[in-house]
């Protein structure tokens, strides 16, 4: 499940990263925080994607049961 999850938001990542660089190239330092924003939900979404592909982060782990 966590691949399915992390190729998914890899693949909503790679969306936000071609929609900052045309933003970036659009603009061209008018707006920089919409470019900043842009680029920290980017870098986000890719280091998401990577903890979730890997299994480092596993959202279904129950760990509830340790004793």
Do not use: C, W
Request: net charge positive; hydrophobic share 55%.
């Amino acid at each position: 499940m966590n691949i399915g999850m992390g190729i998914i938001v890899l693949i909503g990542s790679f969306f936000l990263l071609i929609a900052t660089v045309i933003e970036a190239v659009r603009l061209r330092k008018k707006n920089k925080k919409t470019f900043s924003v842009l680029t920290v939900l980017t870098v986000l979404g890719f280091i998401l994607s990577i903890l979730l592909l890997t299994g480092i982060y596993d959202p279904y782990a129950n760990n509830h049961n340790i004793q």
